[in-house]
Nanobody, 128 residues
Framework: QSHLVESGGGLVQPGGSLRLSCAAS????????VGWFRQAPGKEREGVAC????????????FYIDSVKGRFTITRDSVKNTVYLQMNNLKPEDTGVYYC?????????????????WGQGTQVTVSS
């Protein structure tokens, strides 16, 4: 399993954009589905988006929770072994620590993490 490192977070005003990166070492991220999760202050962690492995039927399959549809885009760069989460038109409710993971499953309306290990995450703060 790949070791994942999140980066790209920061402070941005409402309506602004950020691009988060999930870089993998020790494995080929193309072989795995990758999901982005976030945890807002005082709330449970939630799955935000995911992209299927390029070798599966889900290669073209991306998923977004309703609250980010049309604003967030998940993509992968096979050369850089990295998955990105482009976040546009950010809202204060998008504030939180964002994590990427490969050990998860799709569930109705979201993602469910398998196991309880997480990376360090990257902080996203949307505030004026």
């Amino acid at each position: 399993q790949s070791h994942l490192v999140e980066s790209g977070g920061g402070l941005v005003q409402p309506g602004g954009s950020l691009r988060l990166s999930c870089a993998a070492s020790g494995g080929n991220l193309d072989l795995e589905a990758v999901g982005w999760f976030r945890q807002a202050p005082g709330k449970e962690r939630e799955g935000v988006a995911c992209i299927g492995s390029i070798y599966s039927r889900d290669a073209e399959n991306v998923f977004y929770i309703d609250s980010v549809k049309g604003r967030f885009t998940i993509t992968r760069d096979s050369v850089k072994n990295t998955v990105y989460l482009q976040m546009n038109n950010l809202k204060p409710e998008d504030t939180g620590v964002y994590y990427c993971a490969t050990d998860f499953v799709r569930v109705p309306g979201g993602l469910s993490k398998l196991g309880d290990s997480w990376g360090q995450g990257t902080q996203v703060t949307v505030s004026s």
